[in-house]
């Protein structure tokens, strides 16, 4: 059975997106979700998200919008983005990452529209999960550290941006990818081709100053 590691934060779209379309991974994939705090992956490689640049913000919400309406996928954008989404990536953990568990949390963002910040919606997601003592757990030391974990493993894969998918070593991002992903998945030999080779070794040109 194939392994394939998704990265991935409540805060990106297009993480939602690719959580919608999982049943289109075959049944021999072990699929293990791996929740990670963007930020620190965009500070690790000193870039900018989509949302924090306005012309490329302005785009990215329409594309989400025509995304979610071509691939039949709920939509309701949440009060406000860019947000903090650590209590969610915590409870992520705390429920053991269970596919199930993420995509209701995703559902909770990006389908309800609705937000961990506020004081009513949380609880009554917490209720639903049967996470009353969800402050505590949230808190506890072994949940910090495992996402702080998946945020070093992501960077050490090489993991830029999520959501992304790690198979064999080799990073597939955006939720765009999926289709490429598949392809390698039923062709393992995909990525050593002539031209797959010709690509990953493509010589570098020209650089900006920085």
């Not at 289109?24 to 870039?47: C, D, G, K, S, Y």
């Not at 070593?169 to 392809?183: H, K, N, P, R, T």
Request: aromatic residues 12%; charged residues 25%; glycine residues 6%.
């Amino acid at each position: 059975m194939k392994q394939i590691d998704w990265y991935f934060d409540f805060i990106s779209p297009f993480a939602y997106l690719a959580s919608e379309s999982l049943w289109r991974f075959p049944p021999q994939i072990e699929l293990r979700p791996r929740p990670v705090l963007f930020a620190a992956i965009l500070n690790h490689w000193q870039t900018l998200g989509p949302a924090e640049i306005p012309p490329m913000r302005r785009f990215t919400f329409r594309h989400i919008r025509w995304l979610a309406d071509s691939n039949e996928i709920a939509l309701t954008l949440p009060p406000a983005h860019p947000f903090n989404p650590l209590k969610l990536l915590r409870l992520s953990v705390a429920l053991g990452n269970e596919i199930e568990a993420v995509q209701r949390l995703f559902r909770f963002v990006w389908a309800e529209g609705c937000s961990a910040d506020d004081p009513g919606q949380w609880q009554r997601l917490l209720e639903e999960l049967g996470m009353q003592d969800a402050e505590e757990q949230l808190a506890a030391d072994k949940v910090k550290n495992q996402l702080r974990e998946n945020g070093e493993s992501a960077i050490e894969t090489g993991v830029f941006g999520v959501p992304a998918f790690v198979l064999d070593g080799e990073v597939f991002w955006g939720f765009d990818s999926i289709d490429f992903l598949l392809a390698c998945v039923e062709d393992p030999e995909l990525l050593e081709s002539p031209q797959m080779l010709a690509a990953d070794n493509m010589p570098e040109g020209l650089q900006r100053q920085r």
